[in-house]
C-alpha cells in the first residue's frame, strides 16, 4: 500500500472519529437544553444540527430532498411533541392574576388563584408526566 493511501485512510478515520465525536456533544447539549426548557438554545443547536447535517449530507452525496424532507419530519414531530404536553400560564384580567393549567393529553383543564392550587391540581391528577 502506498504512504499517500494510508494517509488518506487514516485521515478519513480521523475526520469519520472528529464528526462522531461532534454529533455525540451536540446531541448531549440538545438533550441539556431541551430538559432545562431553554428554547431559544434548543433552536440555536437545531440549527447548528441542521448545518452540520448539510454538510454530511454533500459529503456522502445524499440527496437534498431526501435530506429535506427528514428535517420537515424531524421538526413536525417536534411541534406534535411540543403541543401534547401540558402548559401552565398566568393570566391577568382586569389586574387580578389567574393561573390556567391545560394537559391536552387527558382534556383538562384548571382555573386557579394560586400557583399552589395548580400544582396541587397537577400532582392529584398525574400529569405532565
Known sequence: MEMANV??????????RHQANINASLAHRLEVARASRNECLV?????????LGVERNRGNGLSALVWRLSQWWHEWMEAIAIH???????????????WYAYDPQTGKALYAESESEVLDWIEQNHLGR
Open 84 to 98: 401534547s404536553q401540558l402548559s401552565v400560564e398566568q393570566v391577568s384580567v382586569n389586574g387580578a392574576i389567574f
Open 43 to 51: 433552536a440555536l443547536l437545531e440549527r447548528e444540527q441542521q448545518q
Open 7 to 16: 494517509f488518506r485512510v487514516q485521515d478519513s478515520e480521523i475526520l469519520a
